[in-house]
């Protein structure tokens, strides 16, 4: 069974900030990335940024420069800090295993129950 809660969402106004977390199974690092993903209404989940076990990060450009990806990989635990947020950044919020470099991850297409993030202007 596939570990993955998140936490951490809230309805904030538009300029604030939340962080998000996600407590994963712990062998998860051994063969793929982390990502954290999100859905807003009649969209696909997209996913919006990435961290390698050795801690290599990626952002798709909408969050670039505003959001944050992180990892304590003594508590099995990845992080979101979303700074500066605005009203297209609300929706679900999922963190799921990510293939990373052309390695195969046995775990991706696991989801958690996510976590919703309500950004009013």
């Known amino acids: 069974q596939v570990q993955l809660v998140e936490s951490g969402g809230g309805s904030v106004q538009a300029g604030g900030s939340l962080k998000l977390t996600c407590v994963h199974s712990?062998?998860?690092?051994?063969?793929?990335?982390m990502g954290w993903y999100r859905q807003a209404p009649d969209t696909e989940r997209e996913l919006i940024s990435t961290?390698?076990?050795?801690?290599?990060?990626t952002y798709e450009d909408s969050v670039k420069g505003r959001f944050a990806i992180s990892q304590d990989n003594a508590k099995n635990t990845v992080y979101l800090q979303m700074n500066n947020l605005k009203t297209e950044d609300t929706a679900v919020y999922f963190c799921a295993a990510v293939a990373w470099r052309g390695v195969y991850c046995p775990w991706a297409n696991h989801w958690g129950q996510g976590t919703q993030v309500t950004v009013s202007s």
């Open positions: 712990e062998y998860i690092f051994s063969r793929c990335a």
């Open positions: 961290i390698s076990n050795d801690g290599i990060t």
